[in-house]
T-cell receptor
């Protein structure tokens, strides 16, 4: 079975531009979460979606938005890019239920560089 | 608010030595999950182990073992007989149980370097 997939792998943008990152969860998983990982730090939670509804939001500005589609794939959008948005953006999927459903499985990430 | 602290930043060991990573957490919930993830140079986070807050039994899985002590809010992780392939950043993470939301709070990570 395919794992979590993310596209693109790498991206270079200029300050002020907009970016869209995409994620496809593991087949059968209905929850997608997004994390931002700045170099040398642990991942920071941005959003979680379950059944197309936002279930959690981290401490990020409104320039960050996301959505989940009927097929459970997801997009993360960032507007008005700043240099500080340069990071590895990780997508994770989980079944989101009880017991063993709580593991989150991560994709390879999208490395965003803002110049 | 949930918080995870990993004090050591970089740990170097010679191959076949054991390495223990410390993790201390803070949470106001009585039910929560603790995790260890591995991040090799490729960047993808790999799930290693999970422990429920109501189960303090320590276990061994292959070369991995963990020591969960609720009284001290610690969840330490040990790699036995380290190998070069174990070189990676290891993250401890906490998830408070809330049906519909299982966000993870990560520590800053421990860079493990295994020297052949």
């Amino acid at each position: 079975d395919a794992g979590v997939t993310q596209s693109p792998t790498h991206l270079i943008k200029t300050r002020g531009q907009h970016v869209t990152l995409r994620c496809s969860p593991i087949s059968g998983h209905k929850s997608v979460s997004w994390y931002q990982q700045v170099l040398g730090q642990g991942p920071q939670f941005i959003f979680q979606y379950y059944e197309k509804e936002e279930r959690g939001r981290g401490n990020f500005p409104d320039r960050f938005s996301a959505r989940q589609f009927p097929n459970y794939s997801s997009e993360l959008n960032v507007n008005a890019l700043l240099l500080g948005d340069s990071a590895l953006y990780l997508c994770a999927s989980s079944a989101l239920g009880v017991d063993s459903s709580y593991e989150q499985y991560f994709g390879p990430g999208t490395r965003l560089t803002v110049t | 608010a949930q918080k995870v602290t990993q004090a050591q930043t970089e740990i170097s060991v010679v191959e076949k030595e054991d390495v223990t990573l410390d993790c201390v957490y803070e949470t106001r919930d009585t039910t929560y999950y603790l995790f260890w993830y591995k991040q090799p140079p490729s960047g993808e986070l790999v799930f290693l182990i999970r422990r429920n807050s109501f189960d303090e039994q320590n276990e061994i899985s292959g070369r991995y073992s963990w020591n969960f002590q609720k009284s001290t809010s610690s969840f330490n992780f040990t790699i036995t007989a380290s190998q070069v392939v174990d070189s990676a950043v290891y993250f401890c993470a906490l998830s408070e149980v809330d049906y519909g939301n299982n966000r993870l709070a990560f520590g800053k990570g421990n860079q493990v370097v295994v020297i052949p």
